[in-house]
């Protein structure tokens, strides 16, 4: 059974760090494209970030030279190290199988997510 578990998130003041988590199981994360994914208050989805099978990564504009997304193969874990955090960052974060980068239906396999709450 494939199974995603976010974790990591909290409450950050502006300027703060996070480091979210996202065990997989039931696959490997290395021969997966992964996305992470996060819905702000009240609004949509919108992607993050994207790491392919052969680990080339793309960035959302909002996020880049901000968020680093990464995987450990050997724990089978997808990372997201978020710096400079601000306040529209709060949302919840979900990893997702497959490359999503705004376009189309979102991806279906998804975590529970984790909220992220940015503030003073």
């Known amino acids: 059974e494939v199974q995603l578990a976010e974790s990591g998130g909290g409450l950050v003041q502006p300027g703060g760090s996070l480091r979210l988590s996202c065990a997989a199981s039931?696959?490997?994360?290395?021969?997966?494209?992964m996305t992470w994914v996060r819905q702000p208050p009240r609004k949509g989805l919108e992607w993050v970030a994207i790491i392919s099978s052969a680990g080339s990564t793309y960035y959302a504009n909002s996020v880049k030279g901000r968020f680093t997304i990464s995987r450990d193969n050997a724990e089978n874990t997808l990372y997201l190290q978020m710096n400079s955090l601000k306040t529209e960052d709060t949302a919840v974060y979900y990893c997702?199988?497959?490359?999503?980068?705004?376009?189309?239906?979102?991806?279906?396999?998804r975590g529970q997510g984790t909220q992220v709450i940015v503030s003073s």
């Open positions: 997702a199988i497959g490359q999503w980068a705004g376009y189309g239906p979102p991806p279906a396999n």
């Open positions: 039931g696959f490997r994360l290395s021969n997966s494209d």
